[in-house]
């Protein structure tokens, strides 16, 4: 019989499929021995049972998160508006500018407040002059915290635009309920005209102080040598 010889081309490819499946055939053994058994993982991974300790006690708590009676007390917060115009107005008394004022209570015993008033209006006057002003002021519980020249007097003709303008005042406030209401002033020869107003009270509660005793002021116990 007349033997055929395969050509160099085939005979190479014959030898890379067969060196592919001897090394497949090695390879695979090796493969199913790479996944974990059961004891080697539990060495391996943590055991439900020790997750467990991995969370903190109650003592080692209490030293990282801040306890719910200690925590800081929430910002409060007084909103009032108004579109109904006040005005125009000539007079040299005060009086309040209707639902201008906000109520809100404090829970700390000292809190920080910025009291913003903000509107849009004109004051005329027959003689603008530097010395000629529309005054508000701004009230916390009845009493007058702050005066301030809300608005510088224009001529009256032509009509002016109105001006916005804001007013701010800081103050201190001790635990409860607190009003801040917005009264105008009223001055001579001019005239006060409000088109519409913002009021906003921000109260930031502080800390409360730690009770000192004669112990934390650094002092032994009574009777102590």
């Known amino acids: ?21 001897a090394v497949s055939v090695t390879v695979v053994p090796s493969v199913a021995q790479s996944f974990l058994t059961s004891q080697k993982a539990s060495k391996v991974y943590v055991s439900n049972k020790k997750a467990s ?4 006690k109650k003592k080692a708590a209490s030293n990282l998160y801040v306890a719910k009676a200690s925590a800081p007390k929430p910002t ?14 000539t007079v040299t008394t005060a009086g309040y500018i209707p639902t201008a004022f906000s109520s809100f209570a404090t829970k700390a015993e000292v809190s920080n407040v910025v009291i913003s008033f903000s509107g849009q209006g004109t004051c005329t006057a027959p003689k ?16 007058v915290s702050s005066k ?15 001006i916005n303008n804001t007013a701010i005042q800081t103050t201190v406030l001790g635990k409860g309920g607190h009003t801040v209401a917005i009264q105008y002033l009223g001055a001579k020869n001019v005239t006060f005209t409000l088109k519409s107003w913002n009021l906003a009270v921000e109260a930031a509660p502080l800390p409360d102080e730690p009770l000192q005793t004669e112990t934390s ?9």
Not at 76 to 89: D, E, F, K, N, S
Request: charged share 10%; aromatic share 4%; proline share 11%.
């Open 217 to 225: 002021q650094g002092g032994g116990s009574k009777g102590s040598k």
């Open 1 to 21: 019989m007349l033997k055929k010889r395969l050509s160099t081309p085939r005979a190479a490819t014959v030898i890379v499929l067969a060196a592919a499946v």
């Open 128 to 143: 603008p002059g530097p010395d000629q002003a529309c005054p508000i002021a701004i009230l916390v519980d009845g009493q």
């Open 148 to 162: 301030v020249n809300f608005l510088p007097s224009t001529a009256a003709s032509p009509t002016p635009v109105p």
């Open 53 to 56: 300790q991995l969370y903190l």
């Open 76 to 89: 409060v917060l007084g909103i009032a508006a108004g579109t109904a115009q006040y005005g125009p107005v």
